[in-house]
């Protein structure tokens, strides 16, 4: 009898973490990832373009967002860095900067030595009545601006330097505005590109010679007539 008992209250048991998993599943989940304004920008061999930094919150299942119940953030920090394989003239960071309206208390960007890698974030001002902006992209997705760094392309053309956006390791400093709920260890990183144009081909370069051509023989002829 005894032993009917155990297994009735092992399978209720079973029954009850299954029904706690899939309640939870069914909750959906918030993530979090600092994102740039896209995915890969094309530069003149030399060239500098600013990359826009945003922390982006994605929601599944009817999740609740984090960063509309609280008001945005106080505070974010986010580390770009060279990664993968580099091209013989890899891209550097030659510039970092928050964004002055949404962090107007400290700006804490700063580009190390060589331009492999940087941060850009700060935090708002205490006396401050909101947290920041919040960008509405669709009803689950919705950004933060965080700062901009700016990329200059190294001078062969045809080459692509990845760098990859994360949070800043070993600090917690990306926090929200209402609760100082600390954000940083949900956090995933994510890639960009930063791509050198290619040379002129041998054949446009003999095409616009010869369209040039054409065009001063026309000129020349109808001045003759």
């Given at each position: 009898m005894?032993e009917v008992?155990?297994r009735?209250w092992a399978?209720?048991?079973?029954v009850?973490a299954?029904?706690?998993?899939?309640?939870?599943?069914?909750?959906?989940?918030?993530?979090?990832d600092f994102?740039a304004g896209?995915?890969?920008?094309?530069?003149?061999?030399?060239g500098?373009t600013?990359?826009?930094?945003?922390l982006?919150?994605?929601?599944?299942?009817?999740?609740?967002?984090?960063?509309?119940?609280?008001?945005?953030?106080?505070s974010?920090?986010?580390?770009?860095?060279r990664?993968?394989?580099?091209?013989?003239a890899?891209a550097?960071?030659?510039?970092?900067?928050?964004?002055?309206a949404n962090?107007d208390?400290?700006d804490?960007s700063s580009?190390?030595?060589g331009?492999?890698?940087?941060i850009?974030?700060?935090?708002?001002?205490f006396?401050?009545?909101?947290?920041?902006?919040?960008?509405?992209?669709s009803?689950n997705?919705?950004?933060?601006?965080?700062?901009?760094?700016t990329?200059?392309?190294?001078?062969?053309?045809?080459?692509?330097?990845?760098f990859?956006?994360?949070?800043?390791?070993?600090r917690?400093?990306?926090l929200?505005w209402t609760?100082?709920?600390?954000?940083?260890?949900?956090?995933?990183?994510?890639?960009?590109?930063?791509?050198t144009t290619?040379e002129?081909?041998?054949?446009?370069?003999?095409?616009?010679?010869a369209?040039?051509?054409s065009l001063?023989?026309?000129?020349?002829?109808?001045?003759?007539?």
């Amino acid at each position: 009898m005894r032993e009917v008992f155990a297994r009735q209250w092992a399978f209720r048991g079973a029954v009850c973490a299954l029904v706690c998993v899939l309640s939870a599943a069914a909750r959906g989940s918030v993530t979090f990832d600092f994102v740039a304004g896209q995915p890969s920008y094309t530069v003149a061999p030399g060239g500098s373009t600013p990359v826009q930094v945003f922390l982006r919150e994605t929601l599944s299942q009817g999740s609740v967002s984090t960063l509309a119940a609280e008001d945005g953030l106080f505070s974010a920090v986010a580390q770009a860095a060279r990664t993968g394989t580099l091209p013989s003239a890899p891209a550097t960071i030659t510039g970092a900067s928050a964004n002055p309206a949404n962090f107007d208390g400290q700006d804490l960007s700063s580009v190390n030595s060589g331009g492999v890698q940087a941060i850009t974030g700060g935090s708002r001002a205490f006396a401050d009545a909101d947290g920041t902006p919040i960008i509405v992209d669709s009803a689950n997705v919705r950004r933060v601006s965080i700062g901009t760094f700016t990329l200059t392309a190294g001078g062969v053309p045809s080459q692509t330097t990845t760098f990859q956006l994360a949070d800043r390791p070993d600090r917690d400093d990306t926090l929200t505005w209402t609760n100082g709920t600390i954000l940083d260890p949900q956090i995933a990183p994510t890639t960009f590109d930063v791509v050198t144009t290619p040379e002129p081909s041998a054949a446009l370069t003999l095409a616009a010679a010869a369209a040039g051509a054409s065009l001063i023989f026309r000129g020349k002829r109808r001045r003759t007539h």
